[in-house]
């Protein structure tokens, strides 16, 4: 009888249930806690998580909020500051160069077969069928 | 008894402050109006008060100058204040703008004047005077 050794048998277990976590780490991320950016980003747009950006992304976006994607989200410069702060000491992975969450590569990759329909304006609208999207999940698809 | 005493000062408590909501909002939405009104005066010395029927208009549009996307603040806040409206763009879901659907509309003054300064342009294409900030919440306010 070949006998497998207890460790190997565990860390092959290990990998096995760490594999799809890794291949959908965006479908749960922490949600915003944080009162101002909850209020201000929430006011247009669900209050994405800061956790689906890189740092880079976030200090490029609330550097440029006087034309936001076309639109003036300007506040003052205090508001601002407190909110750039969260963002990104709370900021994911991903491409610093690219300022939207939809433009991210795994963000493309999630969505490519979807298709918005009437569901959504956009794919800005996560809780058109992301039900849980504003507590960070995004499992329900 | 202690128990029943202290529910009875909590039920007491909820009551009073159950009344005094909204007279606390009113007070916060007259005082915007009462700096409008202020405003308006400076900007024009014919001013002589408010109007809901010019408010509703402005709010109807059609207007043009500013954004192609956006002629009206009844295009994204529905031609009926009393319902919710939804972002133009994003498809966010936005609270009714009149007081009787949603009586926290109005009452502060930093915000009130955040959203003039982003939506009049994309509206009108210019800055809201003092006047139709104030005929804008008159019809809001009073609109049943």
């Known amino acids: ?141 | 008894m202690k128990r029943l005493s202290s529910a009875c000062a909590a039920a007491a408590l909820l009551l009073t402050a159950g009344a005094a909501l909204p007279a606390r909002a009113d007070a916060a939405r007259d005082a915007i109006l009462t700096a409008y009104a202020a405003e308006a005066q400076r900007e024009d010395s014919g001013f002589t008060g408010f109007d809901a029927a010019r408010g509703r208009a402005l709010y109807m549009g059609p207007h043009t100058g500013g954004k192609a996307e956006t002629p009206a603040c009844a295009t994204c806040h529905t031609p009926d204040p009393t319902r919710s409206g939804q972002h133009q763009k994003t498809g966010r879901s936005i609270d009714p703008m009149a007081v009787s659907a949603n009586p926290a509309r109005f009452t502060n003054a930093t915000d009130v004047e955040k959203r003039f300064s982003r939506d009049c342009p994309a509206v009108l294409g210019r800055a809201c005077t003092a006047r139709e900030k104030g005929d804008f919440i008159t019809y809001l306010t009073g609109k049943p």
């Open chain 1, 1 to 141: 009888m070949i006998r497998i050794p207890a460790l190997t048998a565990a860390a092959a277990v290990l990998c096995l249930s760490a594999l799809p976590g890794l291949a959908n780490e965006m479908e749960r991320v922490p949600p915003v806690t944080h009162p101002a950016t909850q209020k201000e980003c929430g006011e247009c747009h669900m209050a994405f998580q800061p956790g689906l950006l890189p740092a880079q992304s976030w200090n490029r976006i609330m550097d440029g909020l006087a034309d936001h994607f076309g639109d003036n989200a300007s506040l003052p410069a205090d508001a601002v500051a407190d909110i750039r702060a969260y963002l990104t000491a709370n900021a994911g992975r991903g491409d610093g160069t690219l300022l939207r969450i939809t433009e991210q590569r795994w963000f493309v990759h999630e969505h490519r077969k979807r298709h918005l329909g009437n569901r959504a304006k956009s794919f800005a609208d996560c809780q058109a069928c992301h039900q849980d999207a504003a507590r960070g999940l995004y499992e329900d698809d």
